[in-house]
């Protein structure tokens, strides 16, 4: 009678053993899950300091990008790049292809699954044509080829011709069509339209 008594209280202690090895595993996996949901993952996974990028198509450059610092931000659901020490980026276009069109800004925000570019702060954007904007901020919705702002917007030409749109603009991006939203300018008369008598 001992003996058997001795075999079934070895059972039930091995498997009390087991079930304490399970719950504490169980308690661990979730201390890990609660630790890696309060992990922070929003920090920069590449930086760049005085970083120049140069972007080719077949050999030609079709973008030159430069900003003294560019970090890039990969660990998180939407991703992107920023720049928040300025920009300046060249572009150039199959219409003039030798004279880059130019962007300056204080910062800049690049939304990598978007692929939605922002940009603030004295921007200043001068078209290969040579028609200078400048605006407090822009949107460039790349897929749509679009760019846009709700601030006021200066244009100005070579010509001396000014054009302030008090509301804002929607554009193409490369500039070959815009829109104002309650504008007002100065132009030279020589480069209106003559009306006919």
Not at 65 to 75: G, S, T
Request: aromatic fraction near 14%; include cysteine; proline fraction near 3%.
């Amino acid at each position: 009678m001992k003996d058997y008594y001795f075999k079934i209280h070895h059972i039930k202690t091995s498997q009390l053993f087991l079930l304490l090895m399970f719950f504490l595993i169980q308690s661990c996996e979730e201390d890990l899950t609660k630790i890696n949901q309060n992990k922070k993952t929003n920090f920069a996974s590449t930086v760049i300091h005085n970083g120049t990028i140069i972007q080719r198509d077949s050999g030609i450059v079709k973008v030159r990008f430069k900003a003294p610092l560019i970090e890039q931000y990969e660990l998180i659901d939407s991703p992107y790049i920023e720049a928040k020490k300025g920009i300046y980026l060249e572009f150039f276009d199959k219409k003039n292809p030798k004279v880059p069109g130019k962007i300056w800004a204080k910062y800049a925000k690049n939304n990598l699954k978007k692929d939605f570019y922002f940009a603030k702060g004295r921007v200043k954007i001068i078209t290969t044509e040579g028609q200078t904007f400048v605006t407090e901020t822009i949107n460039w919705d790349k897929k749509k080829q679009k760019m846009y702002t709700k601030d006021t917007v200066f244009v100005s030409d070579k010509d001396g011709n000014i054009l302030v749109g008090a509301h804002g603009m929607v554009a193409k991006d490369d500039f070959s069509e815009y829109t104002f939203f309650n504008n007002s300018g100065s132009f030279s008369s020589a480069n209106l339209p003559a009306t006919s008598k």
